[in-house]
């Protein structure tokens, strides 16, 4: 089964409101990443988070981490018609081949 | 700077034939390789990866079967296509000491 889930499936939102994404995941990790998918391209990387941390800062995107819940979430400020595009949670279970386990995604429109 | 390429972008091919699907990546060397199949509105299920030449780890069962003949090229196949492997077909790398994954554009295949 899936390790990562995200909440929700889908998001709707106004240019200039935040979007927040949950992620839940089942056993320990070593880390977490987000990646975005725009719709029939591939996944671009977003953003890593290691077990040790709690919280990660990159532009607008902004990751915490809470391991004794076993979620994260993935808050994107002041969005943007060009945020439209699929989210996904990647967790890793195994360090030395990196497979990451994907979770079915939030797909997020952001209206003009 | 690194690169991968997957081709072909989109394919159709008919129940029962065979296919090749192939990804080469550029700027590194020694990579993790990876290829997904991606459903519908759904998340990545990881169907192979490889640490290296001729290393392939199958992770789960199915019609399809992967090669690593060379460092940076890793090529998905089928002797027999069936319906149900249809799908978006991604192949990603990343550095052994890395976790980030960076994938390529993407193959869409449909089988009629």
């Known amino acids: 089964s899936q390790q990562g889930e995200e909440d929700p499936q889908a998001l709707s939102i106004q240019e200039g409101e935040n979007a927040t994404m949950n992620c839940s995941y089942k056993?320990?990790?070593?880390?977490l990443q987000w990646y975005r998918q725009n719709s029939g391209r591939g996944l671009v990387h977003l953003i890593l988070i290691r077990s040790n941390e709690r919280e990660k800062h990159s532009g607008r995107l902004r990751v915490t981490l809470d391991t004794s819940k076993k979620s994260s979430s993935l808050l994107i400020t002041a969005s943007r018609a060009a945020d439209t595009a699929s989210y996904f949670c990647a967790t890793d279970y195994n360090t030395n081949a990196g497979k990451s386990t994907f979770g079915d995604g939030t797909t997020l429109t952001v209206k003009p | 700077s690194q690169t991968i390429h997957q081709w072909p972008a989109t394919l159709v091919q008919p129940v029962g034939s065979p296919l090749s699907l192939e990804c080469t990546v550029e700027g590194t060397s020694n990579p993790n390789l990876y290829w997904y199949r991606q459903a519908a509105g759904r998340g990545l299920q990881l169907l192979f990866y490889?640490?290296?030449?001729?290393?392939i780890s199958s992770e789960v069962p199915q019609n399809l079967s992967a090669s690593r003949p060379q460092d940076r090229q890793f090529i998905l196949s089928s002797k027999k296509l069936l319906l149900s492997d249809s799908g978006f077909y991604l192949c990603?790398?990343?550095?052994?000491?890395?976790?980030?994954?960076?994938f390529g554009p993407g193959t869409r295949l449909t089988v009629t």
């Open positions: 056993t320990s990790i070593n880390n």
């Open positions: 990603a790398w990343r550095q052994e000491t890395s976790y980030e994954q960076y």
């Open positions: 490889s640490v290296g030449i001729g290393q």
